[in-house]
């Protein structure tokens, strides 16, 4: 949910149960360069993502709002894949690297 705190500022309400602190982090660093994001809980069950122009008019960051909506959702799906399948792609990497036996 997005709401509008003045002519400058937006909010963005991030369930807490959807998507992990991870991802928040994740997504607020790609968009450091387009506006200044404050993150900071509201409640047990949501963070709030705070955005402040930089440049432009309250129409470009919302529109750089709900694309970081579609980058949250891009970084909650790496953080889930990662807790999932991160000790196979260890288990490939060791392989990969180890020494291999001399076959006489």
Known sequence: MIEKINDSELLLKVN???YDSEAVLQTS???TDRCYIH????SEDVIGVY????????A???????EFCNELIDQQ??????RNYGSI????????FS??????
């Open 77 to 82: 799906v790496r953080v889930i894949v990662e």
């Open 39 to 42: 993150i900071d809980p509201i």
């Open 29 to 31: 660093y790609k968009f």
């Open 99 to 104: 020494p291999i036996d001399k076959v006489d």
């Open 51 to 58: 955005f402040k122009l930089k440049h432009g008019d309250l």
């Open 60 to 66: 470009s960051l919302e529109e750089t709002v709900n």
């Open 16 to 18: 807490k149960n959807l």
């Open 89 to 96: 792609r260890d288990e490939i990497v060791k392989k990969a």
